[in-house]
């Protein structure tokens, strides 16, 4: 979703609120020519949404007075606009490797991987094989509708319709071990990607093969073939 899926008028409020930083009503009404009580059924829309927040700005009159409300964008209406963290990304990456070397990347990368692995830890304790591939569906995005499941003989399969970080990983593939080896340690068993998006399969296969068990204590990170 981005500003421009917005209805006009909606739209138009999110960009004063994005240009000017903040605006109270009067602002808003001069810059639309719309009744106040319109209006503030669109901000109170944006707000449920998550898009706006209202808080009160201190007056500088010396006299004091209520203070006036003010509405500003969320960091979700942040977003709605254009931004370019890929970009960013993969300069973070392309310095470190310049720079500092190959080894240090994938210090970074395995720093990472330990990270995932600590988060999710606590979450799959208990938990049987199936269960926890079931939580893993949410490695990515929580409550991923597009993560599935596929079970055949002797390995169950997790499947990525929809790489939230496509656009960096189809130049820089190397983060996708970040992935394979967060599951791996995570599950205890081998895990090898059979189908990639950066080979034009349109989604991500992590097969887990549970005829071949991995010793997570001795398992360490390494950059998928």
């Not at 929580?142 to 596929?150: L, S």
Request: charged share 30%; glycine share 4%; net charge negative.
């Amino acid at each position: 979703m981005n500003v421009n899926s917005f209805p006009e008028t909606k739209r138009e409020i999110l960009k004063i609120l994005k240009e000017s930083g903040s605006a109270s009503i009067a602002m808003l009404q001069s810059k639309l020519d719309m009744t106040g009580e319109a209006l503030r059924q669109h901000l109170l829309q944006l707000r449920q949404e998550g898009f706006v927040e209202r808080k009160s700005k201190k007056s500088k009159d010396p006299a004091g007075g209520r203070p006036a409300k003010q509405y500003y964008l969320t960091l979700e209406g942040e977003h709605l606009f254009p931004k370019n963290y890929d970009q960013l990304t993969m300069e973070i990456i392309d310095t470190v490797a310049d720079n500092l070397g190959q080894d240090a990347l994938l210090k970074i990368l395995e720093t990472m991987t330990k990270t995932r692995v600590k988060k999710w830890e606590p979450q799959l304790q208990e938990l049987d094989i199936n269960e926890r591939v079931e939580a893993l569906k949410g490695l990515y995005l929580q409550d991923d509708v597009f993560m599935e499941i596929e079970e055949s003989e002797n390995a169950i399969s997790l499947i990525e319709h929809n790489c939230p970080f496509l656009n960096v990983a189809t130049k820089r593939p190397a983060l996708c071990s970040v992935t394979i080896s967060t599951l791996t340690q995570l599950l205890g068993y081998k895990v090898e990607r059979t189908k990639r998006f950066q080979n034009g399969d349109g989604r991500c296969v992590f097969r887990i093969s549970l005829d071949q068990p991995v010793d997570v204590d001795s398992y360490h990170f390494t950059l998928e073939k």
